[in-house]
């Protein structure tokens, strides 16, 4: 796609990225997985196929993964952000193991 504004770009984005948590199997890489994805119809390979349900929505999906990524992103929250505002817990984490010393 040419001249596209960012807002689709990261829609586009966003529905590729679930798409593949969604069709990848378990710790699959994301090169493993294109190659596995069918052809496009227009005898493309798997980068048609992405182009076809991520623009096109061949697959009548993408209202799904655009509201299955928005759930992520509002469910999303740092855990590691939660473990430096709180001293309690952060006090369980040392730079280094063998030393209470720290380097700035």
Known sequence: ATDIDEDTVLKYLDR?????ILTADRL???APWQLKLPGGKNGG???EHLKEVIIEDSLG???E???RMQFLVDSYHDE???VVKDPARR???KQ???TDENQP
């Not at 590729?16 to 593949?20: E, G, I, P």
């Open 45 to 47: 390979g798997p980068i």
């Open 61 to 63: 999906i993408c209202e």
């Open 65 to 67: 993964l655009d509201r």
């Open 91 to 93: 006090a369980k984490f």
């Open 80 to 82: 590691w952000a939660e």
């Open 16 to 20: 590729y990225l679930m798409y593949y």
């Open 96 to 98: 280094f193991v063998n």
């Open 28 to 30: 699959e890489r994301t």
